[in-house]
């Protein structure tokens, strides 16, 4: 069966597929942008990489803002696998507190650089001046939310890789 762009009631479609591993591969980007700077010291090379970071940061979450548009306006395809009740809420659950976490990560991250009282600057192409001055606590909150959040992703990908791996090794769609 050919792939169409749209989902169908079994199979995820072309739109689908490609905003999902662009997500992938922009949240393993932001992985590995923040494990470069977390251990630095206050310097430049610090703050370029904590501009670096943002940037893909703000791709991020533009990226997942379609994907949860996609998600509501095309047919979900999970509900077509022969799989037992429990596994398909469960599914459900986790991807939408994929869905919660990651977009409030991103806008935490966001939160962070305005109460830090910086400018958003997006890969040298443009900035978006500071819009008011550092406010300490609201930084600090939203810092630990931020990596608070960036500690709880994990295990939440990890059960849905294993899941992912589960169904496809023992299949999920009715013949």
């Given amino acids: 069966m050919p792939l ?22 922009l949240l393993v980007t932001l992985i590995l942008t923040a494990s470069r700077f977390e251990d ?3 310097s430049t090379e610090k703050v370029e990489l904590i501009r ?10 533009l990226v997942m803002s379609m994907r949860l548009l996609w998600r509501c306006s095309n047919e979900n ?3 077509s696998y022969k799989i037992p009740a429990w596994q398909k809420f469960s599914a459900r659950f986790l991807h939408w507190g994929i869905y919660v976490v990651v ?4 806008l935490t991250g966001l939160l962070n650089l305005v109460f830090a009282g910086s400018s958003i600057t997006f890969f040298d192409l443009f900035a978006i001046p500071a819009v008011i001055d550092r406010h300490e606590q609201w930084y600090k909150l939203f810092t630990g939310i931020h990596f608070f ?5 994990y295990p939440l990908f990890a059960i849905h890789i294993t899941a992912a791996l589960y169904h496809q090794l023992f299949g999920v769609l009715d013949d």
Wanted: net charge neutral; aromatic share 8%.
């Fill in 52 to 61: 670096e970071h943002a940037s893909y940061g703000l791709i991020f979450l």
């Fill in 103 to 106: 977009i409030t990560q991103s």
């Fill in 4 to 25: 169409s762009l749209k989902n169908s009631a079994t199979q995820y479609g072309l739109g689908g597929r490609v905003l999902h591993w662009t997500s992938v591969a």
């Fill in 77 to 79: 395809p999970l509900l």
């Fill in 149 to 153: 959040l960036s500690v709880v992703i």
């Fill in 40 to 42: 630095l010291e206050a």
